[in-house]
């Protein structure tokens, strides 16, 4: 069964450092992508970054990153320079691509930047 | 490109009441998806569908829900007989062909008094 586990309920983090967040998955499957979204307290998910299982670059969007560790079954987010804006919901996803498109969410974690 | 809407945003209903929600999709997307979020936790996914074909249901989904995409566009979600347990965000989201991005409506809040 895939599983997305994020152990890090909540998060702090001072403006303009940089923060992990934590991501471990679990698949048999060997094509496979993983996700993170953003939701701020208005509710709606915003994509942030994709990484394919066979992608042997980490994935990065502007201030986003994603760390990659496929041996490890981990695809942790790396925010740099953390804005006051960042400060939200942050949710890790799996979606398996052999024969589904369904999306599996991990239970999340709070980010708060610190001014 | 209006985004994915959704309707109501907001749902009060006594237990026992049916309800429907509505979904459109942006507009060239095919594939549609609804989920589920309970304070604190991730989306839960309930079904998507492949232009009208319901490809796959979460077995979440009890017989008290239904969805269905007619014609390949919007999408509705139907809970018969809501329970207190039905409260929740319903989400709906997009994506087209491929693509691994799925776009997100704003959510529907149930509420089952």
């Known amino acids: ?115 | 490109d209006t985004g994915v809407s959704q309707d109501p945003r907001h749902k009060i209903t006594k237990r026992g009441q049916n309800v429907t929600f509505r979904c459109d999709p942006i507009s060239e997307h095919n594939r549609l998806y609804w989920y589920r979020q309970t304070l604190g936790q991730g989306p839960e996914f309930l079904t998507y569908f492949q232009n009208e074909a319901q490809l796959e249901k979460s077995r979440l989904l009890s017989d008290r829900f239904s969805a269905e995409r007619p014609k390949g566009s919007f999408s509705t979600l139907e809970i018969q007989r809501t329970e207190q347990g039905d409260s929740a965000m319903y989400l709906c989201a997009s994506s087209q062909g491929r693509s691994y991005e799925q776009y997100f409506g704003p959510g529907t809040r149930l509420t089952v008094t």
């Open chain 1, 1 to 115: 069964a895939q599983k997305i586990t994020q152990t890090q309920p909540g998060m702090f983090v001072q403006e303009k450092e940089a923060v992990t967040l934590d991501c471990t998955y679990d698949t048999s499957d060997q094509s496979y992508g993983l996700f993170w979204y953003k939701q701020p307290s208005s509710g709606e998910m915003i994509f942030l970054i994709y990484q394919g299982s066979y992608d042997e670059q980490n994935a990065t969007e502007g201030r986003y990153s994603l760390n990659f560790q496929k041996a490890r079954k981990s695809a942790n987010l790396v925010i740099s320079a953390s804005q006051l804006g960042d400060s939200a919901m942050y949710f890790c996803a799996m979606r398996v691509t052999s024969g589904t498109y369904k999306y599996i969410f991990g239970t999340g974690t709070r980010l708060k930047v610190l001014a």
